[in-house]
């Protein structure tokens, strides 16, 4: 199977509009990372609507969340006009970093610089070295035209590593757990704490960065690991052959967060392998969830084989989502994929891998066709003459979904503005019997 590219008749003409991609800048990447850090409070140089453009189309976009105490509304921003892009923003920059150390309580302070410092040419690095005695801070230097959500990720981390870590001494079975973005993946939260709960099984302490109440303490924490686990094709990688070069830790890599029996199986097998845990203690706890697991999906056999037995299936989201949610219900719930859309424009180098995992990964005998693609009108027009009965995507399908292919829907990936998600998780065994838990409700009934 090939990636397929389908180009909308006029569409031709304009390639450079996206129509709402489903991702933001780089400054917006390192923002909501720098929020999911319990105790780090962002501090923005830029204009004003940098910031309210991440609560309304980020925060919100990830399951109707708040910022959290730290940011949305009360994020410290210089809200830059035109004189600053005349004179320069370091005073006012100088002026906002002193009222944040003074007014807002934090761990720490990631000063976080957008597209008009970027092209004045503002030295961000040289103020904040002012206040370098009064605590914890940093800079990102994230030009929103310089990337997406996931470079903001990645230079957020990478930040951490060049100017807050310092050299600690490994610890055993300790491990990093990189590559999911807060809120850009949408089940993040309890995706990681449940990670976090089954390597805790085997004896391994995860250290998840995110969710956690002593975040700063979790980052300086991160070169004790002895191991990094990147759950995803191609991000977080970045950040872990930094770790590599600067700590001298080894990583190893997975294609997406695992969901269901066979997925997470597999994964405690190969980190359980490289950390030398005995195959006696982990295929004991494989068996013990394994047998649980399929005796609570035998609640659900009547209704997955009366209800909609082998759905053809469309599925539209990020990377990290749409393969562990493909495998899984291709392998292990009978579902029929009959074509998969990406929206998180992977490089180009790791779309091979990518269309591998869809392809050779899936046990169906109907094998997916696999586009890449971000503007969603293109997207909606490569759903066109096909006999999919379920799409799992994101909000802005459930429309057209009902009115113009008559389909049940279920948002998965981002944007999603139709569920409130918090704790949910597809994540380990119990995840993948989640996840059917809230397909299968979309057709049951009618009363």
């Known amino acids: 199977m090939t990636e397929t590219k389908i180009e909308p008749q006029g569409m031709a003409l304009y390639p450079e509009i996206v129509e709402a991609p489903r991702w933001t800048c780089s400054l917006g990447g390192a923002s909501i990372t720098t929020t999911a850090v319990y105790g780090a409070v962002p501090i923005l140089h830029s204009g004003a609507g940098c910031g309210i453009a991440q609560l309304l189309g980020v925060y919100y976009a990830a399951g109707e969340n708040a910022a959290g105490s730290q940011g949305g509304t009360s994020t410290p921003c210089s809200c830059l006009i035109e004189k600053h892009v005349i004179f320069g923003g370091e005073d006012k920059l100088r002026q906002l970093i002193d009222s944040t150390l003074q007014m807002m309580e934090g761990d720490l302070y990631v000063v976080i610089s957008g597209c008009v410092p970027a092209l004045i040419g503002d030295d961000i690095g040289a103020v904040v070295k002012e206040f370098k005695g009064r605590g914890n801070i940093i800079f990102v230097d994230t030009a929103g035209f310089k990337g997406n959500t996931f470079d903001g990720y990645e230079d957020f981390l990478g930040a951490v590593i060049d100017q807050l870590l310092e050299p600690r001494k490994k610890k055993k079975k300790v491990v990093n757990i990189l590559g999911v973005v807060p809120f850009q993946h949408l089940f993040w939260k309890g995706d990681l704490n449940t990670v976090k709960e089954l390597l805790a099984k085997l004896g391994i302490k995860a250290n998840i960065l995110f969710t956690q109440f002593d975040g700063v303490k979790k980052l300086k924490n991160i070169p004790e690991a002895e191991l990094n686990i990147v759950l995803s094709t191609w991000n977080g990688h970045k950040t872990a052959k930094k770790l590599k070069e600067s700590f001298d830790q080894d990583y190893i890599s997975f294609p997406s967060i695992p969901i269901g029996p066979k997925q997470t199986s597999a994964f405690l097998r190969a980190v359980a392998k ?174």
């Not at 994929?337 to 990518?354: A, C, G, M, W």
């Not at 269309?355 to 009108?377: A, C, H, N, Q």
């Not at 799992?392 to 008559?406: G, I, M, N, P, Q």
């Not at 065994?429 to 409700?441: H, I, N, P, Q, V």
């Open 274 to 447: 490289k950390l030398e845990i005995s195959e006696e203690k982990v295929e004991s706890l494989i068996a013990e969830e394994e047998r649980r697991t399929y005796r609570w999906v035998e609640y659900m056999t009547d209704v997955m084989i009366i209800g909609m037995p082998h759905p053809y299936a469309a599925l539209i989201g990020d990377t990290n989502t749409i393969i562990g949610v493909t495998k899984f219900l291709a392998n292990e719930a009978g579902y029929l994929p009959e074509v998969v859309q990406i929206t998180d424009e992977p490089p180009e180098e790791n779309r091979d891998l990518i269309i591998r995992e869809l392809t050779d990964g899936i046990e169906s005998v109907l094998k997916p066709e696999i586009i890449f693609e971000k503007d969603t009108f293109r997207i909606r027009e490569n759903l066109k003459n096909r006999t999919f009965q379920v799409i799992l995507a994101t909000s802005l399908e459930k429309w057209s979904a009902a009115k113009e292919f008559a389909v049940s829907h279920l948002s998965i990936a981002f944007p999603t503005y139709d569920r409130v998600i918090v704790e949910r998780t597809y994540a380990g065994y119990r995840g993948g019997t989640c996840l059917l838990e809230d397909l299968l409700s979309k057709h049951v009934g009618p009363l």
